[in-house]
């Protein structure tokens, strides 16, 4: 098990892959990191399923309106157009690289329409630096991103099991 050195600032997401750890960034982006744990705290990303994953590149989620499995919303085919009930938030970029197991905010073409949704990057992804708020780090368990199922949009997806601060645990 990864070490997990600040409980307030690190996510235990399980997915229908298994669990992955994620140590999140509050210095690069903490109305991004707020945002998350938020959502997170509400329960809102439970049940939300990976409607964009790109082989060697990344694994999108967190629309908690249209990709939520269950919710009053649940559209497969809309998944991906939606996010939560609360502002987008302004960008908030940063000289951090998106590597293996960045996880960052996704966006429509305006920089300042981050809201719900994010991505991990599968592989090092240079051109998306500068143009996308990071906001945390995959730091256990990139071995079940690496497997979640493929596709554009992705019929019968993977999805979160549920998001929980670690703090919270236990």
């Not at 997915?15 to 744990?37: F, L, Q, S, W």
């Not at 995959?138 to 979160?160: A, H, L, R, T, Y």
Request: aromatic share 8%; proline share 5%; with cysteine.
């Amino acid at each position: 098990m990864a070490e997990i050195k600040d409980p307030e600032n690190t996510l235990i997401v399980e997915t229908t892959k298994g669990k992955v750890v994620i140590e999140m960034m509050p210095n690069a982006a903490p109305d991004h990191v707020a945002r998350i744990k938020e959502l997170a705290r509400e329960g809102a990303y439970d049940g939300v399923v990976f409607h964009r994953v790109i082989a060697d590149f990344m694994a999108q989620t967190g629309d908690v309106k249209f990709g939520k499995k269950g919710g009053k919303d649940f559209n497969p085919s809309r998944a991906g157009m939606g996010g939560s009930e609360k502002p987008d938030l302004k960008a908030e970029f940063s000289n951090i690289s998106h590597v293996r197991g960045t996880c960052s905010m996704a966006r429509s073409q305006n920089p300042n329409s981050a809201n719900s949704q994010f991505f991990i990057c599968f592989t090092d992804a240079p051109w998306l630096n500068k143009q996308y708020s990071v906001w945390g780090q995959v730091i256990e368990g990139m071995d079940n991103v690496d497997k979640i199922k493929k596709g554009e949009p992705v019929s019968d997806p993977d999805s979160i099991v549920s998001i929980k601060v670690a703090a919270d645990v236990g």
